[in-house]
């Protein structure tokens, strides 16, 4: 295995900023906007009320970032093996040179992402189960917009 040159992964970097930048750029827009709207920034919680299997993450990682590792595996245990894949996934673009090893550990992380997503939507069962609707993240949101349609036209 070859590993890229600082120069090397610089760039890659760069480029991809360069490429992204205004799709990442208009994301956070949006999702500003959805918190300063409705509070929220899950479209699932926003439209229906009920949390996802994702809800919780993004204070996971505040937590996570914060060394406070209880509270993040409270708020979506999931949140270990995301940021496990995901540093994978990063030392895969940016640090691998070898094409080939990439190529054939491409689809061994596709792998490892549809199982961490399987787990994910097994534990969020298992959280509805025992933490709906009274322990957040696990809770459901009254201002959605089905509820909101719902009152309006009856």
């Known amino acids: 295995m070859k590993l890229n040159n600082f120069t090397t992964i610089k760039m890659s970097i760069y480029n991809d900023f360069k490429k992204y930048a205004l799709s990442a750029l208009l994301v956070l827009l949006g999702l500003i906007l959805l918190q300063v709207l409705f509070k929220r920034i899950c479209p699932i919680s926003i439209i229906t009320g009920y949390p996802c299997p994702g809800c919780g993450i993004t204070r996971a990682f505040f937590f996570f970032l914060t ?18 894949v995901i540093a994978w996934g990063i030392f895969l673009r940016y640090f691998i040179k070898d094409n080939a090893f990439k190529t054939k550990h491409k ?37 959605n917009i089905l509820h909101l349609l719902h009152r309006f036209f009856i």
Do not use: C, D, E, Q
Request: hydrophobic share 55%; charged share 5%; aromatic share 20%.
């Open 67 to 84: 060394f406070r590792w209880n509270l993040a595996f409270s708020y979506n245990p999931t949140i270990f093996l995301w940021l496990s």
């Open 107 to 143: 689809k061994i992380f596709i792998r490892a992402v549809t199982a961490v997503g399987i787990i994910s939507i097994a534990v969020y069962i298992v959280r509805m189960n025992i933490l709906y609707p009274n322990v957040p993240p696990m809770t459901y949101n009254t201002f």
